[in-house]
């Protein structure tokens, strides 16, 4: 059963505490994306790798937010310090480079208060 | 700058009441169009991709179209079951974030029995 994997499914932390979010992608899928859904935004790219190589950073917010790939199993988004309005619910997606679909896990929900 | 609009934010059917969905696009060369699905609490779930004006795909009682200024998402009957948000988003052809995704804010569909 291929599908992306997220943990923790949720989290709630309080204001400058470290979050540190993982993802499995699907075997075999050498890209990987990031994205934050919000009500009032609703889903935003932050970051996204092929064969581990950041390729695009620049929907992250450079001072607080990290993401890095230390194998092609694991794909990690840090927060730190943590804020009340990076709220969100974190997603993340793969794919392979020779496909456009984009396959979603089922996301953190991030509550920092 | 690649923007995606959804019309409406929110739409209302009785079983068996056919209607559609809007989706209208600015992109920088388009590479594609992708129709996802999200249920709550879910990661978005994809439907169809759309490569060029005029193209067409159909899924059960969804069909999606494709112009060069926007795409419709077509519900033919709609069950109970197809209750859901569905996104829309586009994939710019030009750039280096080749496979980036840039979606729109969602239709909520809510279909009663």
């Known amino acids: 059963d291929a599908r992306v994997t997220q943990t923790p499914r949720d989290k709630v932390t309080e204001m400058g505490q470290e979050v540190t979010m993982r993802c499995q992608p699907i075997?075999?899928?050498?890209?990987v994306f990031w994205y934050r859904q919000t009500m009032k935004q609703g889903l935003e790219l932050l970051a996204y790798?092929?064969?581990?190589?950041?390729?695009?950073d620049s929907g992250m917010p450079k001072d607080r937010f990290s993401a890095e790939m230390p194998d092609a199993t694991l794909a990690t988004l840090k927060i730190q310090p943590s804020e009340p309005r990076d709220s969100a619910v974190y997603f993340c997606?793969?794919?392979?480079?020779?496909?456009?679909?984009?396959?979603f896990g089922p996301g953190t929900r991030l509550t920092v208060l | 700058e690649d923007q995606v609009t959804q019309s409406p934010e929110a739409l209302r059917l009785q079983e068996g009441e056919s209607s559609s969905l809007n989706c209208s696009y600015t992109?920088?060369?388009?590479?594609?169009l992708f129709w996802y699905r999200q249920d709550p609490g879910k990661g978005p779930e994809f439907l169809f991709t759309?490569?060029?004006a005029g193209e067409e795909k159909e899924k059960e009682r969804l069909k999606a179209t494709l112009t060069k200024k926007e795409s419709f998402l077509h519900i033919t009957a709609p069950k109970p079951e197809d209750s859901a948000t569905y996104l829309c988003?586009?994939?710019?052809?030009?750039?280096?974030?080749?496979?980036?995704?840039?979606f729109g804010t969602g239709t909520r569909l809510l279909v009663s029995p």
């Open positions: 997606a793969s794919a392979n480079s020779g496909g456009h679909e984009q396959f």
């Open positions: 075997l075999g899928h050498n890209t």
């Open positions: 790798f092929r064969n581990r190589a950041p390729l695009d």
């Open positions: 992109v920088s060369g388009l590479r594609g």
């Open positions: 759309l490569y060029s």
């Open positions: 988003a586009v994939q710019p052809g030009l750039g280096s974030g080749f496979q980036k995704l840039v």
